[in-house]
């Protein structure tokens, strides 16, 4: 399981990030920049991509940035490969590649 | 264009580059910074005629409010009168905190944020009476002008030299900690025990911070010490050739799971229900801020003066 939300805690910083996709099906209309906590990871954008879209059912998504999946939270990230949280962070999104689902041990 | 010197980190641009900036921006506003001194020589001055206010047994005009009391009380609260106060000598202590961090330098805010001080500077200059320093913050805060020293166009240049708009982080909780304290330094240095000293702290800033609640408590804090902050928003990418963005329509979104780890999440307008400061405004060009800041900055020492 993806430890995932982060608890607000007071100590995480923040980032500007613009979320794009060359996916024309998951487009979002209102571009407004967006500030979200550093602490976030792949399943809380998934949320908040789902959010914005307004959707029925949710689509898993996964995040790039700069070309590479985002794996860990923003903040390891951005550690990880020297960008500053300084400045709006584009964030690309696409639809998760889901393996096939077995029904095993539930 | 500004470039940073690699051999010399500390100073961001070479001392004829920051002389050549400053002309610039001290010509280009020039006429603004008459304009701002001559609203804040009125604001700043000593009321003539203050207001008529308390309760006295004798006095110059009734105060209707103490009226039925006094019947209420058999005419035993009797002070029912009020009084013209005596105009107080007014001397002031302004700060102003450039933000001197990265994000200044998306969306050119770092052009609007150097004409902003240079206006400002330069009106509160033409006052020649009170103190201005100047501090630039980011990771850490620094002192670019002390209160002790007059502002000059050399100071000026000075103080643009130490710019670089490189910082990685930006403390505006420090900010506002350590403003707090070398406004306490310099109260305990003013001169005149019998007048009346205002500090007001100008930050001049993009206005993403991290941990508002930290910041409001300590905004809480300046306000017991009496230091005004006003919060001057540079919000240069709204212009439409910077792409149109304002930080009005900035949404902060938190994300966080419930007792069952259902993620929820959590819009909100950032300026208005997130930045943890009271009074601001937002400048997307610098000739607005004659006005809108004289116009804040008269009702925001009125509601000192009324407080206090
Ligand atoms: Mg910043």
């Not at chain 1, 613009?18 to 792949?42: G, N, W, Y």
């Not at chain 2, 006429?31 to 006295?56: N, S, V, W, Y």
């Not at chain 2, 913050?137 to 708009?165: M, R, Y």
């Not at chain 2, 905004?219 to 439409?240: G, H």
Request: hydrophobic share 40%.
């Amino acid at each position: 399981m993806e430890l995932d939300a982060p608890n607000e805690s007071e100590k995480t910083s923040q980032v500007r990030i613009k979320l794009t996709t060359r996916d024309s099906d998951v487009q979002l209309l209102e571009t407004a920049p967006i500030l979200v906590s550093t602490a976030l990871r792949r399943y809380a954008l998934s949320t908040l991509v789902n959010n914005l879209l307004e959707s029925e059912k949710p689509v898993p998504f996964e995040f790039l940035i700069n070309g590479q999946f985002l794996r860990t939270s923003i903040d390891e990230f951005l550690t990880a490969n020297g960008i500053s949280a300084e400045r709006t962070l584009t964030v690309e999104y696409v639809r998760a590649l889901i393996p096939p689902v077995h029904i095993s041990s539930y | 264009t500004i470039h940073l010197d690699p051999s010399n980190q500390e100073i961001g641009l070479t001392r004829n580059d920051a002389r050549s900036l400053w002309q610039q921006h001290e010509m280009s506003t020039r006429t603004l910074a008459a304009a701002l001194a001559e609203q804040l020589r009125l604001i700043l001055a000593p009321t003539m005629a203050t207001k008529l206010r308390g309760d006295f047994r004798t006095g110059k005009r009734l105060n209707i409010k103490r009226i039925i009391p006094y019947i209420a009380s058999s005419y035993k609260r009797d002070k029912i009168w009020m009084r013209r106060g005596v105009p107080s000598k007014r001397s002031y202590q302004i700060m102003i905190a450039l933000d001197d961090s990265k994000s200044m330098a998306e969306g050119e805010s770092k052009d609007l944020a150097f004409e902003t001080l240079a206006l400002v500077s330069k009106a509160l200059s033409m006052l020649e009476s009170g103190e201005l320093c100047v501090v630039g913050f980011g990771e850490d805060t620094t002192i670019a002008h002390p209160f002790d020293k007059p502002f000059t166009d050399d100071a000026g240049v000075e103080v643009l030299s130490q710019f670089t708009f490189e910082q990685e982080k930006t403390d505006v909780r420090k900010l506002v900690a350590d403003g707090i304290n070398l406004f306490q330094e310099a109260r305990a240095k003013a001169s005149g025990s019998a007048s009346e000293l205002w500090q007001l702290m100008l930050v001049v800033s993009d206005a993403i911070c991290d941990d508002p609640d930290a910041i409001r408590r300590l905004v809480r804090k300046s306000q017991e010490e009496k230091i005004m902050i006003v919060f001057i928003v540079i919000d240069a990418s709204a212009r439409p050739e910077k792409g149109g963005k304002s930080i009005m329509d900035l949404e902060k979104v938190d994300i966080t799971a419930d007792a069952n780890g259902e993620m929820k999440v959590l819009r909100q307008k950032y300026m208005a229900d997130v930045f943890p400061f009271r009074w601001w405004i937002v400048v997307r060009d610098v000739a607005e801020l004659p006005g809108v800041l004289a116009t804040a900055l008269r009702q925001w020492f009125a509601e000192v003066v009324e407080s206090g």
